[in-house]
T-cell receptor, first 113, second 114 residues
Framework: GEDVEQSLFLSVREGDSSVINCTYT??????LYWYKQEPGAGLQLLTY?????DMKQDQRLTVLLNKKDKHLSLRIADTQTGDSAIYFC?????????????FGTGTQLKVEL | KAGVTQTPRYLIKTRGQQVTLSCSPI?????VSWYQQTPGQGLQFLFE???????NKGNFPGRFSGRQFSNSRSEMNVSTLELGDSALYLC?????????????FGQGTRLTVV
């Protein structure tokens, strides 16, 4: 079955780069996503990458995908205190079709001054 | 363009009761998916509705059910509530096509069972 793993915590200094990692098991994954969740809020879609891509850049965000190792990462450049939140990676596979997303456990990013 | 709207935002119910949660997707979106978020289990997929039909289902007991109306609004119902049903329930809206990439989430309904 599908499984998505993330480390639980990451602490960085303001202005540094943050790298959040994720591994997944479903080899049929078509799209992989990064969502951000702030306290008391829903999930905000940050970016996504199609499984036949290696990299996608969107302003301060860079997504790297190593499909062979089933490893996904999100790099946030020039991290700000407003980036403090929980970050979830998610994969959408072909199993069952439709729009079912399998989420990782979430990584809590803390940005310190 | 309005986002995904979930109502109510907060609910407190007693064990054994039932509850209905509502989700209005983004205009033009035909797919609505529901997720349960708890500290212990994280985000888990409940089910997806597309054009009034359940298209996908997660591993939850039959006490969890849903439906979708012709205007794409969706409701989920939980019967015979248990303490473990306390969670944040999130719905996601998307266009629903096979090439569709983006799912947008609402703010969620926080359900507390006492």
């Amino acid at each position: 079955g599908e499984d998505v793993e993330q480390s639980l915590f990451l602490s960085v200094r303001e202005g540094d780069s943050s790298v959040i990692n994720c591994t997944y098991t479903d080899s049929s994954s078509t799209y992989l996503y990064w969502y951000k969740q702030e306290p008391g809020a829903g999930l905000q879609l940050l970016t996504y990458i199609f499984s036949n891509m290696d990299m996608k850049q969107d302003q301060r965000l860079t997504v790297l995908l190593n499909k062979k190792d089933k490893h996904l990462s999100l790099r946030i450049a020039d991290t700000q205190t407003g980036d403090s939140a929980i970050y979830f990676c998610a994969e959408r596979g072909l199993t069952g079709g439709g729009n079912k997303l399998t989420f990782g456990t979430g990584t809590q990013l803390k940005v310190e001054l | 363009k309005a986002g995904v709207t979930q109502t109510p935002r907060y609910l407190i119910k007693t064990r054994g009761q039932q509850v209905t949660l509502s989700c209005s997707p983004i205009s033009g979106h035909r797919s609505v998916s529901w997720y349960q978020q708890t500290p212990g289990q994280g985000l888990q997929f409940l089910f997806e509705y597309f054009s009034e039909t359940q298209r996908n289902k997660g591993n939850f007991p039959g006490r969890f059910s849903g439906r979708q109306f012709s205007n794409s609004r969706s409701e989920m119902n939980v019967s015979t509530l248990e303490l473990g049903d306390s969670a944040l329930y999130l719905c996601a809206s998307s266009l629903g096509g096979t090439g569709e990439t983006e799912a947008f989430f609402g703010q969620g309904t926080r359900l507390t069972v006492v």
